[in-house]
T-cell receptor
């Protein structure tokens, strides 16, 4: 069964810093990987989806990379802002193309 | 413009008293999911529907059931809530299963069991 691990569990940075969040998964036979954002007490918002044939995907200040062979993904946030404070979760299919399995997330605080 | 709507936002029930959570979507997506998320934990898939086909996760307790009367609506029924069922319940939709399609989540229902 797919297991997803995210490190670190929490991160606090001053405004303006660039930062990297890490995600690892145990079964590399995936079609793709998704990164989500969750604000406290709210649902999840999809940020980026990387297909297995891609190595990275960009949206604004966010860049996600995928290394299937090593079972790793990173989410890079450039020039962080207080509004980026949230929990970031990654998710991959349990097996092939089945519903997503989530990590516990990294709780990010950006201090003004 | 909310696309996945969950009601109520907060639900309080008593130990053992049945409760129903609802979810509706305006996206006309084939797939609807129910996830359970406890504090600081990963969302855990309870079940999902592909159209009317119901898919139950192996470790979903029998206490949890679901109904999807039409494309737009899906319900989560908890027959006899226990204290351990207090959690955020998240409804999501996608055009297809797996990760080829983005998931769209509702705002969640926070369930408290007294």
């Amino acid at each position: 069964k797919q297991e997803v691990t995210q490190i670190p569990a929490a991160l606090s940075v001053p405004e303006g810093e660039n930062l990297v969040l890490n995600c690892s998964f145990t079964d590399s036979a995936i079609y793709n990987l998704q990164w989500f954002r969750q604000d406290p007490g709210k649902g999840l918002t999809s940020l980026l989806l990387i297909q297995s044939s891609q190595r990275e995907q960009t949206s604004g200040r966010l860049n996600a990379s995928l290394d299937k062979s090593s079972g790793r993904s990173t989410l890079y946030i450039a020039a962080s802002q207080p509004g980026d404070s949230a929990t970031y979760l990654c998710a991959v299919p349990n097996s092939g193309n089945t519903p997503l399995v989530f990590g516990k997330g990294t709780r990010l605080s950006v201090i003004a | 413009d909310a696309m996945v709507i969950q009601n109520p936002r907060y639900q309080v029930t008593q130990f053992g008293k049945p409760v129903t959570l609802s979810c509706s979507q305006t996206l006309n997506h084939n797939v609807m999911y129910w996830y359970q998320q406890k504090s600081s934990q990963a969302p855990k898939l309870l079940f999902h529907y592909y159209d009317k086909d119901f898919n139950n996760e192996a470790d979903t307790p029998d206490n949890f059931q679901s109904r999807r009367p039409n494309t737009s609506f899906c319900f989560l029924d908890i027959r006899s809530p226990g204290l351990g069922d207090a959690a955020m319940y998240l409804c999501a939709t996608s055009r297809d299963t797996g990760g080829n399609e983005k998931l769209f989540f509702g705002s969640g229902t926070q369930l408290s069991v007294l």
